[in-house]
Structure formats: C-alpha cells, structure tokens
C-alpha cells in the first residue's frame, strides 16, 4: 500500500456554492481532513482566480488536486496537471460529469464518490491517457471531447442557459438549434490522411461521452493512446431527430451516416464554426488535436 499524500489541494467550482449541491465541496474537505490528509482548500469567487491560486497551491508541493464540480473542473484539474505527476481526483457536482463517469466514479451519489476518492488515495493513481488542442500559438488540454460541428453549437447554447440543470438543458438547446441544422463542408487532416465531408458533427473523443451523458463513442478507451474521430454526416433534421435518443444509450454507432476512425492526431477546418472542449469554448475552427499517452494520472 503507497503512503498516503502529505498535502491535497481541494478546488470547488465557485458555481458550487448556490444550491442543491453546495454542501459537496466542504463535505469532501471534512471527510479528507477526517481520514488524515492536509487539506488546501480552494473557493475563490471565479473561475479565473481559483485557476492561478490553485497552480500557485500546487507549486507549494501538492501530492494531489481534487476537483469538485462537473466536466468543465476536470478540464481546470487536467490544465494544470498533466504531464506534472500529479494526480487529480473528481468529486462530480456538475451539469455534465461525463469524465468522472467514463472513470467509473459515482456521478448521483457524493458519499460512494468521496468513499472511491480516499480508498483511490490509498492506491497507486491510475494512469490515463490525455488531449492537447493547438489553436496558432494556444495549446491546451482536455480529458473528455473536442466538439466541432453541431454539437459544439449546442453546448454554446447551453452554457447561457441557467436552467435547467443536467442533461436536460443538453437536451433543450439541442431541440432549439435543430431549427438552423444543416450539413457544412469540413477538411479534416487524420494521421496524415486529407479527408474532405459534408458533416453535421464532427468531434474528437478521448472519453465516451459528453453533454451529460451522451455516449457518441461508447467503446472510447482512455487508455488506449489513441482518440477517436467521431463525424455524423448529412441527414433530414426529422431523422436527426428521432435517432438522437440513440446517441445516450450508445445504439448509433452502426448508423451509415455515422463514422468513427481511431487517430492519434487530427486537423479540423471549417468555416464559421467554433471548438468547444469539455464543454469548455476553445474559438473558431482550424485547431490541431493531438492525444498525449499516459499524460494523466487519476484517482478513481
């Protein structure tokens, strides 16, 4: 059994402490100051201040950043851990949680979550494999999704809805952007393959799903050193509609507008539309995505 980490830097999503689930952040604090760790705790007012006060925690000697909240705080943790050594936990609070449930961790259950944490704690982190996305001279990392088509106006749309929470506010942009759904022409560039599509959507997994559930590559492997390439290519927005309820129980993927090619790096060019990653806005397309082996180590 590994020693137990000396110092764990625990940060909460500022969002975290309005409502049903304000009281996940200080019940992870309690527990872990309960099992005998030295708890750093981090709840600044924003997104922007919590990221550099926690770099600035970790710099100070940190065995390990534990995240509270929900996909878009998994992609702060993973930003400023990987390739560091680090591992990261995810305590799921949020909206979408779909890196902490393609992990395994209880999503709909804080005391099963926290439970996996500390016994994780006690473990050798588990090893998993990360994204990098290169915009000019930007590059940042992901763990779940990069989203270039379709999808990734739909998650534009729902990060300015307030309500309402979970895969339902997915759900409802989605509908109301069905209304402008059409094809657009993309050059992908795969592994040193020039494909040109016509696409509805066109997204670069490492994890199964995103959305809150959406299993666009069910058989995703974050092990597996590789990202899956996943594009949806024309079709009637009637049809687009009745297969979509395929799309959360993993039952598209043998669709013929669908396909899904295993890549280690890929270029994406297309006019007029923007990059999302983990939920997160990266800009206007062309980006670079590129997977990094073994970047990550997790607790779960």
């Given at each position: ?159 300015l809805m307030s309500r309402p929470r979970g895969r339902s ?132």
């Amino acid at each position: 059994m590994t020693a137990l980490p000396r110092a764990v830097v625990v940060a909460v999503n500022p969002m975290a402490s309005f409502g049903r689930r304000r009281e996940v952040g200080p019940r992870v604090i309690e527990r872990l100051s309960d099992a005998g760790h030295h708890v750093v705790a981090m709840g600044e007012a924003n997104i922007e201040l919590l990221r550099r006060e926690t770099a600035r925690a970790l710099k100070d000697g940190a065995d390990a950043l534990v995240v509270v909240g929900g996909d878009g705080m998994a992609n702060l943790g993973i930003d400023l851990v990987a390739d560091t050594g680090i591992p990261l936990g995810i305590v799921p609070s949020g909206t979408g949680n779909d890196l902490a449930d393609g992990l395994g961790i209880p999503i709909d259950d804080t005391e099963a979550a926290i439970d996996r944490l500390l016994d994780a704690l006690q473990r050798e982190p588990r090893t998993i494999d990360a994204g990098t996305i290169r915009r000019g001279e930007l590059t940042t990392w992901f763990g779940c999704v990069v989203s270039a088509g379709f999808d990734a106006t739909v998650n534009e749309r729902a990060n300015l809805m307030s309500r309402p929470r979970g895969r339902s506010r997915y759900v409802i942009a989605l509908l109301r952007e069905l209304a402008t759904l059409r094809p657009r022409p993309y050059r992908i560039h795969a592994d040193g393959r020039s494909i040109e599509v016509d696409a509805m959507l066109v997204s670069v997994a490492n994890n199964r799903s995103l959305g809150g559930g959406m299993r666009i590559v069910p058989d995703a492997d974050l092990s597996d050193g590789l990202l899956d390439l996943f594009v949806v290519g024309p079709m009637s927005r009637l049809r687009f509609l009745r297969l979509f309820p395929k799309v959360f129980r993993g039952e598209h993927t043998g669709l013929p507008e669908v396909s899904i090619l295993r890549v280690s790096s890929v270029r994406i060019e297309a006019e007029g539309v923007v990059a999302y990653a983990d939920g997160e806005r990266i800009g206007p397309l062309p980006v670079e995505v590129s997977v990094a082996a073994g970047a990550l180590r997790v607790l779960a």
